[in-house]
């Protein structure tokens, strides 16, 4: 009885401190206060919770959704917002306590201007739609979006990178303003720097053919660009840049320039190879026959590489000696292994002169032995133009005929009318310029000079009869029998002055023979001047002459009132 009696009293005293211990713990037990951090420690994991001790009677629950990446283990330490309790305990959220926290981070950001991070989700008005994180979006200007402009800007979207807070508002709907432009263009001026740093000129660097232009490539060097100029290609002439590196492609470079403080950076790919025109002048001479292949035409040559890094133009105008090149193309075809000489060169400038038609013999040195002024010869018309016609005597040799070559006699207003392409004629030749390359030719020249024959026969001050071959506003043309015009003036047409040209012109007509005076006669300029006025002077004076010489009264003397007399009695 004793030993119960002494086992109720510990059993109650043990009751008694375990109460009293307990009593004083909860005295001393604060809960968590809704509506402020916690942290816990995660105690279970299972496919819809995340159970979190943080020291309340019992875990708080997180649905596993906030966790927008890896779920937490066992163990872990997490911090979330305690929201309130329920029937089963604390109510945590862990997204309400990152936004609440990343908010104080993007605020303080703002302040110190310092880059967030952030993810490029949404193509809008003017812009992009910016996620930085914990469902706090804001808006990005396109021409903040990036250091270069943007061509296409849905390639952006996706893009996860920093940016700067650049505007935030007090009203929490409104979202924040980004600027992605600046930190890329802090970062592309570091490694730039760093680059000028470590580099050195004769360097070797690796970088991508970014984009072209008409005089070169830009190369991306790692965020920052170096231009590789199109002269710095190849030794030898480079017409497109494309010929020689593609977009995307990696390639080895030498940097043969640094400018830190114009920030430009030179590269070369030519500079791997030894310049080929260290030794161009032990290799090569002026006049010497070269051989080479046509690489590229132009409108004004055609390119000819005589080895690997030189390359020669041969001028239009130095492809033939005798035929007239309107395009290379004519002549030669990219490819084409062609034989040339040496003109000249530019080892500074890098470039030769060369002529293909210097390896013949030149047809107009010995021009002048085969077709000697004098000489007839048979040809084809080639061209008829406005004042004339090209006949090809010989391959690629042509001469001119002149309209007013064509005939002695006749005035050619046109040479199609007297000339037709392919017609094979009789020329002979009055002209020969070795030095001009020009043949001069005549159609004419066949046959004597009227024009001298005119001249013996009409002197001026004698008559002619002639046939009416025009009628002008200035003056009638008469035809002599060999052929030979002349030139009744208007002034001269009428037999009395006072009578004016419209009506002492009405008796004529085309066709008529007529008698007039020969005034003038200008061989070197096949003009023939005539008058019927002076015709009827002439008469007059005739008539006087003949009556003093008829022997009436010898010996008084012939006065105007015997001629009046004499043609009363007529």
């Known amino acids: 009885m004793e030993e119960m009696e002494v086992e109720k009293e510990e059993t109650q005293t043990s009751k008694s401190e375990f109460q009293t211990q307990l009593e004083e713990s909860l005295k001393g037990f604060n809960a968590p206060e809704a509506g402020n951090l916690v942290e816990g420690t995660v105690v279970q994991v299972t496919n819809d919770y995340v159970y979190v001790d943080i020291g309340d009677k019992s875990e708080g629950l997180i649905p596993v959704e906030e966790f927008a990446e890896d779920l937490p283990k066992e163990g872990d330490k997490v911090q979330a917002l305690l929201t309130g309790h329920n029937s089963n305990g604390p109510v945590l959220s862990k997204k309400k306590a990152d936004s609440k926290r990343y908010l104080k981070e993007i605020q303080q950001a703002y302040k110190d201007k310092t880059p967030v991070d952030g993810k490029i989700v949404k193509v809008v008005k003017s812009g992009y739609e910016v996620d930085l994180g914990i469902d706090r979006m804001a808006f990005l200007p396109i021409s903040q979006a990036d250091a270069e402009k943007v061509e296409k800007p849905e390639s952006l979207v996706g893009v996860k990178t920093k940016f700067y807070i650049e505007r935030l508002y007090s009203d929490s709907k409104l979202n924040p303003v ?21 580099t050195q000129i004769g360097d070797s660097v690796k970088g991508t053919v970014k984009s072209f232009t008409s005089f070169g490539a830009f190369i991306d060097l790692g965020g920052f660009d170096g231009l590789l100029h199109i002269n710095d290609m190849s030794w030898g002439h480079v017409a497109r840049p494309k010929d020689f590196v593609k977009k995307g492609q990696e390639i080895e470079l030498k940097v043969i320039r640094l400018d ?96 293909i038609k210097q390896t013949k013999a030149n047809p107009w040195d010995t021009i002048a032995e085969k077709y000697p002024v004098g000489t007839v010869v048979k040809g084809k018309v080639a061209k008829v133009t406005n004042i004339g016609a090209f006949i090809t005597l010989d391959e690629g040799i042509d001469a001119f005929l002149h309209a007013e070559d064509i005939s002695w006699t006749k005035k050619v207003k046109h040479p199609g009318s007297e000339l037709s392409v392919d017609q094979e004629i009789e020329v002979k030749v009055i002209e020969c310029d070795t030095e001009a390359h020009k043949i001069k030719v005549g159609i004419k020249q066949l046959t004597d000079n009227p024009w001298i024959s005119f001249a013996e026969e009409y002197k001026p001050g004698s008559t002619m009869e002639g046939e009416i071959t025009s009628i002008t506003e200035f003056g009638v043309f008469v035809k002599a029998p060999n052929g030979i015009e002349g030139l009744v003036n208007k002034a001269n047409l009428s037999e009395e002055k006072d009578v004016p040209y419209e009506q002492a012109v009405e008796k004529y007509k085309v066709g008529d023979k007529i008698k007039v005076f020969v005034v003038d006669v200008n061989t070197a300029r096949e003009k023939v001047t005539l008058s019927v006025r002076e015709l009827k002077r002439k008469q007059q004076r005739d008539e006087i002459s003949q009556y003093m010489d008829s022997g009436n009264d010898a010996d008084r003397p012939f006065t105007l009132a015997d001629m009046m007399q004499s043609k009363k009695n007529d």
């Open 178 to 198: 980004v600027n992605r432009r600046k930190y890329l263009e802090e970062t592309i001026n570091e490694k730039r720097d760093a680059f000028f740093a470590s």
């Open 260 to 355: 830190p403080e114009e920030k430009r950076i030179n590269l070369s790919l030519k500079h791997f190879t030894e310049d080929p025109w260290v030794h161009f002048e032990s290799k090569y001479h002026v006049n010497d026959i070269v051989k080479g292949k046509i690489t590229k035409l132009t409108e004004f040559g055609a390119f000819v590489e005589l080895e690997k890094g030189i390359e020669g133009l041969v001028h239009i105008s130095e492809f033939s000696w005798t035929k007239k090149i309107n395009k290379p193309g004519d002549m030669v075809a990219v490819g084409d292994e062609v034989e040339a000489m040496i003109l000249g060169y530019d080892i500074q400038a890098g470039r030769v002169s060369l002529g």
